[in-house]
């Protein structure tokens, strides 16, 4: 992904938060109004976070820096940002999807025969 206008960054963000809206769509009103927000900073954060890893991807984690006679390996300000984001948008995605109900989310217990096992020891 090269660098993206506003314009094409602002078309993938609003890309983002339809799918998201999709996937919160049942939620109750008090609880979309409350997702809504992160909604949006998590679509932004996600358009993001593809334009650092590609930036990441075309320079590389670390690069030579040179200024003058000196030169030394650094780290990409791209790679930083990266770092920086990404655990935040962890912590915003984790939060959105608390948002969702817990009931359905659930796998029901299979009879796998371990209980039958550890009785006959």
């Known amino acids: 992904m090269a660098k993206l206008s506003k314009q ?26 409350v997702a809504q927000r992160l909604i949006e900073r998590v ?7 593809q ?3 590609d930036a990441i991807k075309t320079k590389g984690p670390v690069y030579l820096f040179k200024q003058g006679s000196q030169q030394m390996i650094v780290e990409n300000p ?7 984001m990404i655990n935040r948008y962890t912590s915003a995605y984790e939060k959105l999807f608390n948002l969702l109900p817990k009931e359905g989310l659930t796998v029901e217990d299979e009879d796998d025969g371990f209980d039958d096992f550890v009785m006959n020891k």
């Open 51 to 53: 334009i650092l890893e």
């Open 78 to 84: 791209a790679q930083k940002s990266y770092n920086a």
């Open 8 to 33: 094409s960054q602002d078309e993938l963000i609003d890309l983002e938060i339809k799918r998201f809206d999709n996937i919160f769509k049942y939620l109750s009103e008090d609880k979309k109004q």
């Open 43 to 49: 679509a932004f954060m996600t358009v993001t976070l």
